[in-house]
């Protein structure tokens, strides 16, 4: 037990030592089969042998390949989220390269006198493509934020290592080859592939690729701040999905699961408040339609390679939503419409996640669902993460218990599952589900029940309401 607590204590310097032993053993593991698959390589060898067309050296090639790399490693380290991680795969180069000299590639053919212009000309394009453009306009207020250089990295890193994975295990002929004389085609060309090393080499190497590749995506996303855009239609749930999912960080926080301060921005704070001075019913009034309030806390998502996790969004009134597409369509602010519509509609073009909401109370109501504009957002901007949530499922919940006999609670997954068949009733929902690839529409609520008056209310434990589904939500963004 000691031995666990002392873990746990220093459990940053452990996940570093873990860190840095992985990088040690990735390096010295996989650099011989990325110099052998180079030595041996069809596809990509012919890609750099374009260069032969145009009368470049490889070395040329290859210093301003080294610039670009290691250029983007430099932002890693100058930015401040992610120095510890660029020293660390700094390291791992550096081995890299050793071992790759040795065995004759690379360094020893480069002459670095005479490519220091090369070198010079790639270690422009990484600050440039990895965001060293930002450097002139930063804030008094403002950090040192490369987003670009850590994405490249990792997609460097990730394509050379399984690319070499693929060269080292495949042996086949392409049917054109390149000298500086030109395009050729073998006369004696023979489609063979053949596959090379036994199963059990091939078991390794894959372990080791996927395991970098996991490695090298977590340095990179290390501290992730999320930027969410709710979107959802009147009284579908958006402000209190936001107060829920504020509710289980601070859970989180009160069960001493984080450390770190949750710092909601007053807007959300405002809200939350609303819980303590309204002691019945639902605490949240309809977002009034001039206003757009801006809610953000941080909370840490995993233990192990914790993440701090910025949530941001605005919320807004619901009826907002149908002009949404209108303003994203017509790019920049468009004179026609109220602020507040444009204004959401940057916050959209900003968002990497879209968190689409869906109704179950409307669904069950048989009214309509009203996420029709979804369609066009979705359509208007491209390349964001979208999680599909069903709000207010209490409802769903209890006929799950009437009809399976089983807490919905204890058996999210199952119900989960059920409402996800429920909801793909609707054709809209399933087109909608067609458009996205989360398989299972994510449900959440707060438990109910009726009051006096027949009408449904929250739930009040010693004050406090009781939501389920939540803390998967927060995982789930935590994820993204
Ligand atoms: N049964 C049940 N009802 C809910 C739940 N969440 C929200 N509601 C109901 O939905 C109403 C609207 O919730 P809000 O969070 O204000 O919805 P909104 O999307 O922010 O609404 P606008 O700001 O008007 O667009 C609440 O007043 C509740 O009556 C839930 O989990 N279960
Ligand atoms: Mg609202």
Redesign the pocket.
């Known amino acids: 037990m000691k031995a666990v607590k002392a873990i746990q204590q220093n459990s940053e310097k452990v996940v570093l030592a873990v860190y840095m032993a992985a990088i040690v053993v990735f390096a010295a593991l996989l650099t011989p089969m990325l110099g052998d698959a180079w030595r041996g390589g069809g596809l990509t060898r012919f890609l750099f042998r374009t260069r032969l067309l145009v009368g470049l050296s490889l070395d040329v090639i290859a210093s301003a390949l080294l610039g670009l790399y290691f250029g983007f490693l430099l932002l890693m380290v100058v930015d401040t989220k992610k120095r510890l991680q660029g020293v660390l795969l700094f390291a791992g180069s550096v081995i890299a390269l050793i071992i790759l000299s040795g065995m004759g590639l690379l360094l020893p053919n480069i002459d670095s006198i005479s490519n220091l212009p090369w070198i010079a000309i790639g270690l422009a394009a990484s600050a440039f493509l990895g965001g060293g453009r930002t450097l002139s306009n930063i804030t008094s207020g403002g950090v040192l934020e490369f987003r670009g250089a850590s994405k490249a990295i990792y997609y460097i890193l990730t394509a050379v290592v399984v690319l070499s994975f693929v060269e080292f295990h495949l042996e086949y002929q392409l049917p054109v080859s390149i000298t500086a004389g030109g395009i050729s085609l073998p006369p004696n060309f023979s489609p063979r592939i053949q596959i090379i090393g036994g199963a059990q080499q091939i078991i390794f190497h894959t372990i080791l690729v996927t395991g970098f590749v996991v490695t090298a995506r977590r340095f990179v996303t290390y501290d992730a701040e999320q930027d969410f855009f709710v979107l ?13 999912s504020y509710l289980e960080a601070l859970n989180r926080l009160n069960n001493k699961e984080q450390q770190v301060p949750l710092d909601p921005s007053q807007d959300l704070m405002n809200l939350v408040g609303e819980l303590d001075r309204q002691q019945d ?2 605490f ?5 339609q001039r206003e757009l309030e801006d809610l953000q806390f941080k909370y840490v998502h995993g233990s192990i390679f914790p993440r701090n996790v910025q949530v941001s969004t605005l ?7 149908e002009q949404l597409p209108d303003a994203l369509m017509s790019a920049g602010s468009s004179g026609d419409l109220p602020s507040t519509v444009n204004q959401a509609s940057r916050s959209i073009q900003e968002a990497d996640t879209l968190v689409l ?1 869906i ?3 409307r669904f069950l109501e048989n009214e309509r669902l009203d996420i029709e504009p979804y369609f066009d957002i979705l359509q208007a901007t491209d390349s964001k993460e979208v999680i599909l949530v069903a ?5 769903f919940a209890e006929e799950f218990r009437e009809e399976q006999g089983l807490q919905a609670q204890q058996y999210f997954d199952e119900f989960k599952q059920y409402v996800d068949d429920r909801l793909s009733q609707n054709q809209s929902v399933q087109a909608l589900k067609a458009q996205t690839d989360q398989p299972v529409i994510h449900p ?5 029940r009726i009051d006096e008056n027949g009408e ?3 739930m009040r434990n010693s004050g406090s309401v009781a ?1 389920v589904g939540f803390d998967r939500l927060l995982d789930m963004l935590g994820e993204k």
Do not use: C, F, H, M
């Not at 009147?234 to 209190?240: C, F, M, R, T, V």
């Not at 949240?284 to 009034?288: F, G, L, P, W």
């Not at 919320?315 to 939503?321: M, Q, W």
């Open positions: 959802g239609p009147k009284a579908s749930g958006k402000s209190l999905l936001l107060v829920g019913g639902w949240v009034d309809a977002t009034r919320d807004y009134a619901g009826e907002l939503l909401l109704d179950s109370n709000t207010k499922s209490d409802i959440v609520y707060y438990q109910t449904r209310v929250p939501t």
